[in-house]
C-alpha cells in the first residue's frame, strides 16, 4: 500500500507540456546564441513561455525568449519558475533531429520526466515515432542575471537586441569593466 505523501507526488502532473509546429526557427535563435562546441544553458519556465541563459566568462550573457504564444499548446503547471541547466548543443542538435524539411511535424516538449529529465516526442507523426530524453543540471548557485552595479568600478553595460522574428527575441548583454 503506497503513503499518500507518494500519491500526492504521482497525481502531479509535469510543471510544462507544451507543442510546437515547427522547430526551425527555435534552431537558428539557439544557433545564435551557441558560441562554442559544448556551451551551457539554463532554462527557465514560466507562465509567459520559456527563457534560455546562455553566459560566456561572466561578461557576454544572452537570453533567447520563446513566448507561450508561439506554441501551438503550452500548460504550465509549476509553482514559481523552474529553471534547470541543459548542453545546449545537445539540445539544438536534438531539435534538429525533428525537424523534417518540407513537413510540418508537432513537437511535444515536457519537464520534468521521472528522473528530471527534459522529454522530447513527435506527436504526429502515425508511421513512426521519434523520442529523446535531455538529462538536466541542476544550474550553479551563481544567478545568470547580473546585477551591473559592482561596487568602486567602472562599468559599461551594451544591451543589443540581436533579432526579433516571429515570437522569438534574442538578447545579448555585454558587460564591461575597467
Known amino acids: 500500500m503506497s503513503s499518500p505523501a507518494a500519491v500526492d507526488t504521482e497525481a502531479e502532473g509535469p510543471d510544462l507540456v507544451c507543442e510546437l509546429d515547427s522547430v526551425q526557427g ?10 562554442k562546441r559544448h556551451q551551457d544553458a539554463v532554462v527557465e519556465l514560466s507562465e509567459h513561455g520559456i527563457v534560455i541563459i546562455v553566459e560566456e566568462t561572466a561578461c557576454l550573457q544572452a537570453k533567447v525568449y520563446l513566448q507561450r504564444e ?19 548543443g545537445l539540445f539544438v542538435d536534438c531539435l534538429n533531429t525533428f525537424s523534417v524539411p518540407g513537413r510540418s511535424n508537432i513537437l511535444e516538449l515536457r519537464y520534468p520526466g521521472p528522473d528530471m529529465q527534459l522529454l522530447l516526442r513527435s506527436v504526429d507523426c502515425p508511421d513512426s515515432c521519434i523520442y529523446a530524453e535531455i538529462r538536466t543540471r541542476i544550474p550553479e548557485t551563481i544567478s545568470w542575471d547580473y546585477n551591473f552595479e559592482p561596487a568602486g568600478s567602472t562599468l559599461s553595460v551594451l544591451r543589443l537586441k540581436y533579432f526579433q522574428s516571429y515570437q522569438y527575441l534574442v538578447y545579448f548583454i555585454l558587460q564591461i569593466y575597467w
Open 26 to 35: 527555435i534552431v537558428d535563435a539557439l544557433t545564435s546564441v551557441r558560441w
Open 70 to 88: 508561439l506554441f501551438v499548446k503550452y500548460e504550465y503547471g509549476a509553482h514559481g519558475r523552474p529553471r534547470f541547466g541543459v548542453s545546449l
